[in-house]
């Protein structure tokens, strides 16, 4: 076994010691040729990055380098916080005050929603980021770091919303890529689940068209969380010349996207979509899938679908630019066209040990309901 380890490894010491040097030399390399983040020098051997401090002056113990992930790297940078974790430290039990709470809490006074903050009764210990009371909604504040699964359980986020469901209180997951990345979107969805959009549309006075490839995917892009996606039929709603709502179905008649237009209500859009769909093209059943993170279910029980069951947690990549990929974007396949260097065939690498050698984020939602909606003929 010791001559085997040696010839396959080059090295003494366990496969997992030889792996955790082969990501590191990986991380150096790759470091020196393409240094993307201003003032970074290298990683951790935890995959945090190396900073080089650039405001020695104000920290007297300051020894010209310090450490931070990168969803904190992003949350401070869209704060326009003080990023130096030595100047501004943080805690490893609880984040208190992110950047994502910020974010939600001038929102909420801006529009003058009165709420609680790390509210610890509902849950009976648990605790909820922020809590309304008036309307029973709860808001977590999810860094990508912090919530990744180096720190919470795969069942974290889909056992706190179980549970605040079984307490009747909505709980909307927010995630710092979401905020860095689409700010305005998560305004428009906060607004639209506080019942607080002030743009009011309504459907009958609109023209329905099919919308080209092109508009239908900039649209998605300025407003829904997901953006763009794959998609066979495309229909929209005009208020004018001006593109209002969009619903999005593939060839096998599942619905893909619905959402309107940032900071709007569109009143009767979604079943005038929806019965359009239907008399049109005549599918027998239509498939959809919502969110546990964003939704409740409630648009897809007022156009008619039923729930089929909760599809458990699925995973998530942030990148170290917070961009978000799913799980099957980094298949073994996927990780060889995009890293050939790494081999996993010989079972040297997995497709963990890659993603958290290249400083990606594993994180974990709070599930899916499936929806079905049958013709009322068939």
Not at 27 to 47: A, D, F, M, S, V
Not at 154 to 182: A, M, P
Not at 214 to 224: D, G, P, S
Request: contains cysteine; glycine residues 6%.
């Amino acid at each position: 076994a010791l001559d085997t380890t040696i010839s396959k490894y080059g090295a003494l010491g366990s496969a997992s010691e030889i792996i955790k040097q082969k990501v590191s030399l990986s991380r150096r390399k790759n470091r020196l040729k393409n240094q993307i983040i201003p003032n970074q020098i290298g990683y951790t051997e935890h995959g945090l990055w190396i900073m080089k401090c650039t405001d020695k002056s104000k920290c007297s113990e300051c020894d010209g380098m310090y450490e931070i992930d990168s969803g904190t790297y992003y949350d401070r940078i869209q704060a326009g916080n003080v990023i130096c974790t030595k100047l501004n430290p943080i805690s490893h039990c609880k984040i208190q005050n992110t950047s994502i709470e910020r974010f939600v809490k001038i929102f909420l006074d801006k529009n003058n929603i009165e709420y609680e903050t790390n509210n610890r009764t509902i849950l009976k210990g648990k605790e909820i980021d922020i809590y309304i009371p008036s309307m029973k909604i709860g808001i977590e504040c999810n860094g990508v770091y912090w919530h990744s699964d180096k720190y919470k359980s795969k069942t974290y986020h889909i056992d706190k919303h179980k549970t605040c469901e079984e307490r009747g209180v909505q709980l909307i997951q927010l995630w710092s890529d979401w905020v860095f990345n689409k700010p305005e979107i998560v305004k428009s969805l906060l607004k639209s689940k506080l019942g607080i959009c002030n743009n009011t549309i309504y459907a009958r006075k609109c023209i329905l068209k099919e919308v080209n490839p092109k508009e239908a995917n900039k649209f998605l892009e300025e407003n829904h969380i997901q953006g763009k996606c794959n998609s066979s039929v495309k229909l929209g709603l005009y208020c004018g010349s001006k593109l209002v709502s969009l619903m999005c179905f593939d060839k096998k008649h599942q619905l893909v996207r619905f959402c309107n237009l940032r900071d709007s209500r569109v009143v009767g859009g979604a079943s005038k979509l929806l019965k359009y769909y239907i008399e049109t093209y005549k599918p027998n059943t239509i498939i959809s899938y919502s969110s546990n993170d964003i939704s409740n279910g409630h648009l897809y029980e007022k156009l008619g679908f039923k729930p089929s069951g909760t599809i458990q947690t699925a995973y998530w990549y942030i990148s170290p630019d917070m961009k978000r990929y799913h799980r099957t974007t980094f298949s073994r396949q996927g990780i060889n066209r995009k890293w050939p260097e790494y081999k996993l065939e010989d079972h040297s690498w997995t497709e963990k040990s890659v993603m958290d050698s290249k400083g990606y984020n594993r994180i974990y939602d709070s599930g899916l309901i499936c929806w079905i909606l049958k013709r009322e003929d068939q």
